[in-house]
T-cell receptor, first 110, second 114 residues
Framework: AQRVTQPEKLLSVFKGAPVELKCNYS??????LFWYVQYSRQRLQLLLR??SRESIKGFTADLNKGETSFHLKKPFAQEEDSAMYYC????????????FGKGTLLTVNP | DVKVTQSSRYLVKRTGEKVFLECVQD?????MFWYRQDPGLGLRLIYF???????EKGDIPEGYSVSREKKERFSLILESASTNQTSMYLC?????????????FGQGTRLTVV
């Protein structure tokens, strides 16, 4: 079974502060990990995936297989980062099932 | 450049009705998914399909069925709608392999069962 856990439902920070959204996963093979974001009144969209190893909008995420984690980080939060963030896992290969966590609502205060 | 389209933004149905939610994608994706999105519960996978006429149960398939007769279209069917199926339903599609297995989402259908 594959499972994604996001322990924080809500996260509130001030503009300019560092932010870290936690994600832990459970999967027996080598998964693909993603972060998706949903801004107010917009569609859910991909923010980044671990395979690409890139920084998007200042966000980065490192896959830690030992700790089975894929935390999302940004050194200086901006007000426009306020959104719902979902961590997601796909088994890869022939396992196409895409499983999401419960999401973390990030609020960046001015 | 809308790529995943859900047929309705809002639906109101009566308890016991048979409900069809339609989703169409124009990206020639193999995989298609149906989720329901509820506050505090995140996205829960109902069914997914990796090819025409192929389907697999997700985590909460009870009370739902799906149909995929054509590659671009994936339908979610509520056989007999109940009030606990009131929710936001999201459709998504993705490639099965390659450099980008990103899932693209529709705008969602907010279903209210009364």
């Amino acid at each position: 079974a594959q499972r994604v856990t996001q322990p924080e439902k809500l996260l509130s920070v001030f503009k300019g502060a560092p932010v870290e959204l936690k994600c832990n996963y459970s999967y027996s093979g080598s998964p693909e990990l993603f972060w998706y974001v949903q801004y107010s009144r917009q569609r859910l969209q991909l923010l980044l995936r671990h395979i690409s190893r890139e920084s998007i909008k200042g966000f980065t995420a490192d896959l830690n297989k030992g700790e089975t984690s894929f935390h999302l980080k940004k050194p200086f939060a901006q007000e426009e980062d306020s959104a719902m963030y979902y961590c997601a896992l796909s088994g890869g290969g022939s396992n196409y099932k895409l499983t999401f966590g419960k999401g973390t609502l990030l609020t960046v205060n001015p | 450049d809308v790529k995943v389209t859900q047929s309705s933004r809002y639906l109101v149905k009566r308890t016991g009705e048979k409900v069809f939610l339609e989703c169409v994608q124009d990206m020639d994706h193999e995989n298609m998914f149906w989720y329901r999105q509820d506050p505090g519960l995140g996205l829960r996978l109902i069914y997914f399909s990796y090819d025409v006429k192929m389907k697999e149960k997700g985590d909460i398939p009870e009370g739902y069925s799906v149909s995929r007769e054509k590659k671009e279209r994936f339908s979610l069917i509520l056989e007999s709608a109940s009030t606990n199926q009131t929710s936001m339903y999201l459709c998504a599609s993705s490639l099965a392999s390659g450099d980008s297995t990103e899932a693209f989402f529709g705008q969602g259908t907010r279903l209210t069962v009364v």
